[in-house]
């Protein structure tokens, strides 16, 4: 059982769901969170906070993933990766990497936009995990960033550049600024975020994995070095593994926080907050003496009122809240908006019906770390046989529960699943009627990720087929998920399934 923090008091996760290599930023009051997104839709999700602890999701900084066309299939562990996101002259800037093009960046006047179209900064495969540093004591504008071996053959090391003051493009081919291989015991040195402070150049960047890694602190009198390096955070004799890359944050009153993520099996990546200071020898001492807290004092910051990342939803006039991505960049006509509430999904014609990995018109939303139960009502509205749709627990192997138009034109309530070596679904569970063509589905996900699949078809709730254990992708937790699609290649489309009352409540 979780214990509740007190009035004076905050535990971690502050963020229990898969908030993905977090970066902060405090402007006045306020501050400014950014994650990695991938190859979901829209990208670079924005939230706030006045406290460092209670977090809102207020948008996002990227309507497409670009090139268009590279992603109009699902790419689940492609796209962005691992933001930083900065204020200068005046406006918000988010840089990241794309493994497979290269170092791009978005900026804005204010949080909520207008933001830019992505901007190409340094083209090339491996190329990850960018941060900018416009240096105000020099008038130097830098940048850093990592290296994917699977695309580069490089990891491991640490790349710095000359950046153009506007931000557009580098100035210099690069030049390795920390070497990796050469701190003993270190390996898979990645995620730097870059800042000038006390008169040097400071990269807090982690290593070791995110499983079983640490966070590390490098420090330079001259940007392209030689750093010298610590460990600041580690698990020690925590249950927190791999403490892993994040960022810091000074707030008005002068105290000194870091936020970073910890890697939780099919929860991805949840979001911790450390207190942090400096020692006599002027490094940062991060949690406690470097391990991760579990309950501390909050922020010096005046009280806020409880609040995290929405997860339920009425799709008011047939629109979906924020907290929604599609696995592709979406096209035209696959939520359709209407005078009433509830999320008209087009079953849209698919040769790949049969595997929703494969599908770019999946809605989603993230896992939540905690047990719950996800519950939203249902109905088919298509006559087209093979037509279905339904909530999906998605992962490497995935699961869901709904409701599919038989040959007979009788409807069904199905169950499928799918193994992550499989490349079609099977049942979980024998077909039942559902003869209103209508049901309420629900999920209870319980410790583990451990899911329970039930349905309510007009004779009161039934569980159906085994427990199902949720997987991650490979860098992306499991996800929620509301679909609708019919079998085929053809144009137009086969109907809807209208979603009402989506919910998520604690177990």
Request: net charge negative.
């Amino acid at each position: 059982m979780t214990v509740p923090p007190t009035a004076t008091t905050y535990r971690n996760p502050v963020l229990d769901a898969d908030w993905s290599d977090p970066d902060v930023l405090c402007v006045g009051d306020d501050f400014y969170l950014t994650a990695s997104s991938f190859g979901r839709v829209p990208g670079l999700p924005l939230l706030h906070s006045r406290d460092l602890v209670n977090w809102t999701l207020v948008g996002h900084a990227l309507d497409r993933l670009e090139p268009a066309d590279a992603f109009t299939a699902p790419r689940h562990d492609c796209g962005v990766w691992a933001p930083s996101l900065r204020r200068h002259d005046d406006r918000f800037w988010i840089f990241w990497g794309d493994p497979d093009r290269g170092i791009f960046q978005v900026n804005a006047p204010e949080i909520r936009g207008p933001w830019t179209r992505p901007h190409l900064v340094k083209e090339g495969k491996g190329l990850i995990d960018a941060c900018p540093l416009w240096d105000e004591e020099t008038g130097e504008a830098y940048l850093v960033h990592a290296w994917a071996r699977s695309r580069s053959g490089i990891k491991n090391r640490l790349t710095g550049h000359r950046m153009r003051p506007d931000g557009t493009g580098v100035l210099d081919e690069g030049k390795v600024i920390v070497d990796g291989d050469l701190v003993p015991g270190w390996f898979t040195l990645e995620g730097p975020k870059l800042y000038r402070h006390d008169g040097w150049y400071w990269i807090l960047a982690p290593a070791g994995g995110v499983e079983t890694g640490w966070q590390g602190a490098f420090r330079s009198r001259d940007f392209f070095g030689p750093y010298e390096e610590r460990v600041v955070l580690e698990q020690k004799d925590t249950d927190v593994n791999g403490p892993h890359q994040g960022g810091w944050v000074r707030t008005a009153a002068g105290e000194d926080w870091f936020v970073h993520f910890q890697q939780r099996g099919a929860y991805g990546r949840v979001v911790h907050l450390q207190p942090m200071r400096w020692d006599a020898g002027g490094w940062p001492v991060m949690g406690d003496d470097g391990a991760p807290v579990t309950e501390h004092r909050r922020p010096a910051l005046p009280p806020q009122p409880p609040a995290a990342p929405a997860t339920d939803d009425d799709f008011p006039g047939g629109r979906y809240g924020r907290q929604w991505q599609w696995t592709a960049n979406p096209s035209d006509g696959w939520a359709t908006q209407h005078s009433a509430d509830g999320l008209r999904l087009t079953c849209v014609r698919s040769a790949d019906a049969h595997d929703l990995r494969r599908l770019p018109n999946v809605l989603t939303q993230r896992l939540p770390g905690m047990p719950v139960a996800v519950e939203v009502e249902l109905r088919l509205d298509s006559e087209e046989p093979g037509a279905r749709a339904g909530l999906a627990v998605l992962g490497d192997a995935y699961r869901w529960i709904g409701l599919e138009r038989g040959s007979d034109g009788t409807v069904h309530l199905v169950d499928r699943f799918a193994e992550a070596v499989a490349d079609r679904e099977r049942d979980a569970a024998e077909p039942r009627s559902a003869p209103d063509g209508t049901a309420r589905l629900r999920v209870e996900i319980g410790p583990g990720a451990r899911c329970r699949f039930s349905a309510d078809t007009g004779d009161g709730p039934h569980p159906s087929g085994q427990v199902f254990a949720a997987t991650p992708w490979r860098w992306v937790g499991a996800l929620l998920g509301l679909f609708a699609v019919a079998p085929g290649d053809g144009p137009g489309h086969a109907g809807a399934g209208l979603f009402t009352r989506f919910r998520i409540t604690a177990l």
